[in-house]
């Protein structure tokens, strides 16, 4: 008999062994995944309904995995009559763990103490995979890729204006900031520091 599928009880996707969030004590989670719950939080303060706004960014990947062909508005509907099933949803919500990972605070401080040029301040970070954020870089004549893609990261996208994005995405070793066009072409890395 196979193991049986489990779903995130936050967000809803499929819990495999390399998504498992992770307990304070750096144990796996085996009820939320990473992207969702991280070093014993969750990783964003979110309502039902903006958890749904969130993950609609994925209707593509799930479009694929599915067969199906959904809007990121039908997608929407689909997953808010989905998650009232899932644990996170049926708590109060002053009964919620907040989104309180010390080290999120910490990285957004040391992000906006380095007064990057255009930069809007940074409010908030995402659990990201490293795939997703994984961009290609020009580095003395070369394309180099600089993160991990089956690690995950403190990240988020920003908007500049003019059709370019900031994209942050850090760890407890490094900060990256890169910028590049809407649609992820042209990338520039910005500043990479070690902390």
């Given at each position: 008999?196979?193991?049986?599928?489990?779903?995130?009880?936050?967000?809803?996707?499929?819990?495999?062994?390399?998504?498992?969030?992770?307990?304070?004590?750096?144990?796996?989670?085996?009820?939320?995944?990473?992207?969702?719950?991280?070093?014993?939080?969750?990783?964003?303060?979110?309502?039902?309904?903006?958890?749904?706004?969130?993950?609609?960014?994925?209707?593509?990947?799930?479009?694929?995995?599915?067969?199906?062909?959904?809007?990121?508005?039908?997608?929407?509907?689909?997953?808010?009559?989905?998650?009232?099933?899932?644990?996170?949803?049926?708590?109060?919500?002053?009964?919620?763990p907040h989104a309180t990972s010390?080290?999120?605070?910490?990285?957004?401080?040391?992000?906006?103490a380095l007064g990057i040029k255009?930069?809007?301040?940074?409010?908030?970070?995402?659990?990201?995979?490293?795939?997703?954020?994984?961009?290609?870089?020009?580095?003395?004549?070369?394309?180099?890729?600089?993160?991990?893609?089956?690690?995950?990261?403190?990240?988020?996208?920003?908007?500049?204006?003019?059709?370019?994005?900031?994209?942050?995405?850090?760890?407890e070793h490094y900060i990256l900031?890169?910028?590049?066009?809407?649609?992820?072409?042209?990338?520039?890395?910005?500043?990479?520091?070690?902390?």
């Amino acid at each position: 008999m196979g193991k049986e599928t489990k779903f995130c009880q936050s967000c809803g996707m499929t819990l495999t062994d390399d998504v498992l969030g992770t307990n304070a004590d750096g144990s796996k989670n085996e009820e939320y995944c990473i992207y969702c719950y991280k070093d014993g939080a969750f990783t964003g303060d979110f309502t039902m309904e903006e958890m749904a706004e969130f993950c609609t960014q994925f209707v593509d990947e799930y479009n694929k995995n599915t067969g199906q062909n959904l809007t990121r508005e039908e997608y929407k509907q689909q997953l808010l009559q989905y998650y009232p099933s899932l644990k996170r949803w049926q708590l109060p919500a002053e009964e919620l763990p907040h989104a309180t990972s010390p080290l999120k605070q910490q990285l957004i401080d040391e992000i906006n103490a380095l007064g990057i040029k255009d930069m809007p301040r940074v409010e908030n970070l995402f659990v990201l995979q490293g795939s997703f954020v994984n961009m290609a870089y020009p580095v003395n004549g070369n394309m180099v890729k600089l993160l991990d893609d089956n690690a995950s990261y403190w990240g988020t996208q920003i908007e500049k204006g003019e059709g370019r994005c900031f994209g942050i995405a850090c760890d407890e070793h490094y900060i990256l900031v890169s910028e590049y066009g809407i649609d992820g072409t042209d990338a520039e890395l910005v500043i990479m520091k070690k902390r």
